[in-house]
């Protein structure tokens, strides 16, 4: 699009013909650019790449007519001030290469565009933003002006570019100055960061020396961490299979006083073999979930990978469980599973996890009910166990899965510890995880999930 005058002509239009019109086109491009609102340097580039391609035209095409107009360039959405250059006679080959070089940094575009059968030599310069927006009036006002305006002679036009030479001069020697004073800071600069980096080398050399004896400490410490942790479970396989024969003699001992067919005893005597029972009872029990708990932290345990199904599963859980669930006020509740319901781990040990985790709740829910439910997310199952129990504080969330620790309150049964953590370990080696999600009052859900295709 090319913005105009009234008339709809071009800014300005002049014609190349012999050597003195070079300095002409030089000084009335140099004009033109500062009336749109260009730039001093700028105005300095567009003339003097008007004076090198206005020769190169007057030489090897006999001149030109030259026509300056201003522009709107869509690409950008920028304002252009376009120099047309139509050569008198037609261009070697139809192409044009300025003889410096220089000629196309000067501008933003330089080209030779074909226009109703000739062939045109273009180049064009943006325009400020913060240059005047030209209304047409204003345009046509500069067009007037611009045709007022007689050219200077040659002679003036060498003074000019004299003086913008001297100007550009003295740029360049303020510019060299300023940069021998900012190459002698930065070598200062550099001084300084070298000592500092010289410093800084030492220092790392130093602490990572300080690392390397740390990370061989730790070394250390991890390995005599893993003997003692080997040895107490070896200590805890040890002594709870020793203990089991002497537990379960002691039991049946204890049946065998209760019998009927023996010597009648006194109520305190029944009562005393009672108590030696129940003891004997929980201990048999703390010495099994100390064994379980020794196999599963000397890696044992090895899962029977298998495709389980989840309905069978519950099944089982709640008939076996229903007994325990003696409270009249405890509701044990098991939902049937989504279907498909199958997944891949070892049913075994997830049924041992799933019972360990209903039986807490039932130990520990005075009223209402337990459930469990299944729940197919993607490629994982949530499996989850709820109860409507006095509930956890949070900050007891993690130590529940402590090995001996059980949360003190009103509300404390009996227990060893051992059932969470033991949960937790095989619910890893399936490859999954167990989070408790719980507060004072609202009752406490575990959830176990596993991946669908297995660990």
């Avoid at 086109?25 to 730039?39: F, H, I, N, S, T």
């Avoid at 047309?84 to 030779?112: F, H, I, M, Q, T």
């Avoid at 041992?352 to 490629?379: C, I, P, S, Y």
Wanted: glycine share 8%; aromatic share 4%; no cysteine.
């Amino acid at each position: 699009m090319v913005v105009t005058g009234p008339a709809g002509a071009p800014l300005l239009t002049m014609a190349l013909r012999v050597e003195h019109d070079i300095f002409v086109v030089r000084q009335r491009g140099r004009e033109v650019a500062a009336a749109v609102g260009l730039e001093h340097q700028d105005q300095v580039r567009i003339a003097t790449a008007l004076s090198e391609v206005a020769r190169d035209l007057l030489h090897s095409a006999g001149g030109a007519e030259v026509a300056f107009v201003l522009v709107g360039d869509p690409a950008d959405g920028r304002r252009h001030l376009r120099v047309d250059l139509l050569p008198v006679r037609p261009l070697p080959d139809g192409r044009y290469e300025p003889r410096s070089g220089a000629v196309a940094r000067l501008v933003d575009k330089l080209s030779v565009v074909p226009r109703e059968g000739d062939t045109v030599v273009r180049m064009s310069r943006r325009v400020p933003v913060t240059a005047e927006v030209l209304t047409p009036e204003r345009l046509a006002e500069l067009r007037a002006e611009l045709d007022r305006n007689a050219p200077g002679s040659a002679l003036d036009e060498l003074a000019a570019q004299n003086a913008q030479l001297i100007a550009a001069l003295d740029e360049v020697r303020s510019q060299r100055d300023e940069l021998a004073v900012l190459n002698e800071e930065l070598a200062e600069t550099n001084r300084g960061v070298m000592a500092l980096y010289n410093q800084l080398t030492e220092e790392l050399e130093e602490t990572n020396r300080g690392v390397v004896a740390l990370y061989a400490e730790l070394d250390e410490k991890s390995a005599q961490l893993r003997a003692a942790s080997e040895s107490k479970s070896r200590f805890l396989a040890n002594v709870s299979h020793e203990l089991r024969a002497p537990v379960t003699a002691i039991m049946g001992l204890g049946r065998l006083l209760g019998d009927s067919a023996s010597d009648p005893l006194t109520a305190e005597q029944a009562r005393q073999v009672g108590l030696i029972r129940s003891s004997a009872g929980d201990l048999l029990t703390l010495v099994n979930e100390l064994l379980d708990l020794a196999k599963a932290e000397s890696g044992r345990i090895e899962p029977d990978w298998s495709e389980v199904d989840l309905r069978p599963v519950f099944g089982q859980l709640r008939g076996t469980l229903r007994a325990l669930a003696t409270r009249p006020d405890v509701e044990l509740v098991v939902e049937e599973p989504p279907v498909p319901s199958t997944l891949r781990t070892d049913e075994v040990l997830l049924a041992q996890v799933l019972r360990n985790l209903l039986h807490n709740g039932l130990k520990f829910t005075e009223r209402g009910q337990v459930r469990l439910r299944a729940e197919r997310r993607d490629d994982q199952w949530s499996l989850a166990v709820s109860d409507t129990g006095a509930g956890i504080p949070p900050e007891l969330h993690e130590r529940i899965f402590e090995e001996f620790y059980q949360v003190p309150g009103a509300t404390r049964v009996g227990g060893t510890g051992l059932g969470l953590p033991y949960a937790r370990r095989l619910v890893t080696l399936l490859g999954g995880s167990l989070v408790v999600s719980s507060e004072p009052g609202r009752g406490s859900t575990f959830t176990v999930t596993l991946p669908v295709g297995g660990a």
